[in-house]
């Protein structure tokens, strides 16, 4: 079974310092995303790719957070300086399209990145 | 996308049908209901999707009444292995945007 490339999948940094994520999708899913979920919570969306194109990052906070998927394949998500409530765990997803709640097999997750910010 | 509410929290033992209800009162009429399950340390998982009436796979079924006010998702015969917080999603199967996910419910299985 295709599955969502997620690395590292544990991370520890301390305040102020820039933290990296990469994901890499199912190969031929042209949609893109990241979500963030913090302990508790059910996953919010962070930002949304069509093929290398950002589609949605309305909820990105823009003066910490960047993210890039340069030739429509891999993704990365970049935060920095990390903040202590940046902690959470940090989810990437694909599918086929753009088509709301997807096809009848919905989004792909990765297992995610766990980011402890001290 | 059409908000929905589920318990936070439910028990069962092994062996038992748990069934899990999400209301979705202002559901549109092209918006589907999809549910995702979630293990402690992964990304959800899709389990079921549905229109309308039942659906059924080798994992679940989904029970949608007639209204589609709200539906039902039952495991027959959970497992230790369904302890789980499961989502409840709606929204339109066509449309472009992205999964909107609530608290979910907790599902915790005892032996």
């Known amino acids: 079974e295709a599955e969502v490339a997620q690395s590292p999948r544990y991370k520890i940094t301390e305040k102020s310092q820039a933290v990296a994520f990469w994901c890499d999708p199912i190969?031929?899913?042209?949609?893109l995303y990241w979500y963030r979920q913090i302990l508790g919570q059910g996953p919010e969306l962070l930002v949304q790719?069509?093929?290398?194109?950002?589609?949605?990052d309305s909820q990105l906070p823009k003066d910490r957070f960047s993210a890039e998927r340069l030739k429509g394949v891999d993704s990365t998500l970049k935060i920095q300086p990390a903040e202590l409530g940046d902690s959470a765990m940090y989810l990437c997803?694909?599918?086929?399209?753009?088509?709301?709640?997807?096809?009848?097999?919905?989004?792909?997750f990765g297992s995610g990145t766990r980011l402890t910010v001290v | 996308l059409a908000k929905t509410t589920q318990p936070i929290s439910m028990d069962s033992y092994e062996g038992q049908e748990v069934n899990i209800t999400c209301s979705h009162n202002?559901?549109?009429?092209?918006?589907?209901i999809t549910w995702y399950q979630q293990f402690p340390s992964q990304g959800p998982r899709f389990i079921i999707q549905?229109?309308?009436t039942k659906v059924t796979n080798e994992v679940a079924s989904l029970f949608i009444p007639a209204d589609r006010k709200s539906s039902t998702l039952s495991l027959p015969r959970v497992s230790l292995s369904d302890t789980a917080v499961y989502y409840c999603?709606?929204?339109?199967?066509?449309?472009?945007?992205?999964?909107?996910f609530g608290k979910g419910t907790k599902l915790s299985v005892k032996p």
């Open positions: 549905g229109y309308k």
């Open positions: 202002n559901i549109a009429t092209n918006d589907y």
């Open positions: 790719f069509q093929d290398e194109s950002v589609v949605d």
């Open positions: 997803a694909s599918s086929l399209d753009q088509g709301g709640l997807g096809s009848d097999y919905g989004y792909t």
């Open positions: 999603l709606v929204g339109d199967k066509g449309s472009q945007g992205n999964l909107i």
């Open positions: 190969s031929g899913h042209a949609t």
